[in-house]
């Protein structure tokens, strides 16, 4: 039986908005209070899902420990606490939160074995997320 | 066809055991789980269900119904009990996170007038959670 496990993570960290490709009054334009040169930030939630076969002895998608340990290495680790521009990622694309669940999505689908990653959900705030499954 | 989700919230009583494992195994793999006196939590269940308006109430499925089988279904048989030692389901199977939602799932469908069980997703604690879906 296939069900689905999912873990919510948090991790604070800064950003600022701005693309290289565009000009100043471009940037403001498009990202506005994001454009801030000096930054802000977000107590991001990370709910990363887990999809597999129930194991029949151990009754589980994959078990919480391993995956509380892959996240806290490669993600919370990585970002909590940062500011996302200075990520060797974020040097040339945007650390917007839709690159940011990529990126994360990409990091656990190639390092998690016991079972697969198949969504991450990214909360910046109560009324904003982005969700990426992989591409079709 | 609309989604239409129910929530429905009850305590209870487990712990995660193998009986073909040792007790270090069982230690091991479960951890805080596994002690054998067991521990608690209050589950949030939400039940999705899909349907078709109905053209005379706009109604998926009539709520006060939905609510009666998941009270009759689930909570009055989960609710203050120890899911080991009291519902037969969990005799021989261990209640983690992910056999309960499959579990609650073979408790409702075909119960739920009008509608089709769409989802069964099972919160043991707000930052933990399990779906299923049904076998396709």
Redesign the interface.
């Known amino acids: 039986m296939r069900a689905y496990f999912s873990r919510r993570y948090r991790l604070s960290a800064s950003h600022r908005l701005h693309s290289d490709a565009l000009t100043d009054e471009q940037n403001r334009a498009t990202y506005g209070k994001c454009n801030n040169p000096f930054g802000h930030g977000h107590n991001y939630i990370v709910e990363v899902t887990a999809g597999g076969q129930v194991d029949a002895e151990t009754g589980m998608v994959c078990n919480l420990v391993d995956l509380d340990g892959c996240v806290h290495k490669l993600v919370i680790e990585r970002f909590d606490h940062t500011n996302l521009n200075l990520d060797p990622m974020f040097q040339k694309l945007v650390p917007t939160t839709e690159n940011l669940t990529i990126e994360i999505f990409q990091i656990l689908k190639e390092a998690f074995r016991p079972a697969e990653i198949v969504r991450v959900r990214v909360e910046e705030t109560s009324n904003n997320f982005f969700e990426y499954s992989g591409e079709a | 066809m609309v989604l239409l989700t129910r929530k429905a919230e009850f305590s209870a009583a487990h712990y995660?055991w193998?009986d073909?494992?040792t007790a270090e195994e069982n230690a091991r793999?479960?951890?805080k789980c596994s002690n054998r006196n067991g521990h608690g939590h209050n589950y949030t269940l939400e039940v999705t269900v899909e349907g078709v308006p109905d053209p005379v109430t706009g109604f998926v499925v009539d709520l006060k119904e939905l609510k009666d089988v998941l009270e009759r279904e689930v909570v009055s048989v989960y609710d203050h009990r120890h899911l080991n030692k009291e519902v037969a389901e969990f005799a021989s199977?261990?209640?983690?996170?992910?056999?309960m939602?499959?579990a609650i799932w073979r408790r409702l469908d075909g119960k739920i007038p009008g509608a089709k069980l769409h989802r069964v997703r099972l919160y043991e604690m707000?930052?933990?959670?399990?779906?299923?879906?049904g076998?396709a």
């Open positions: 995660y193998n073909n494992w793999v479960f951890g199977t261990i209640p983690t996170t992910e056999n939602a499959i707000p930052d933990l959670f399990a779906d299923y879906y076998e």
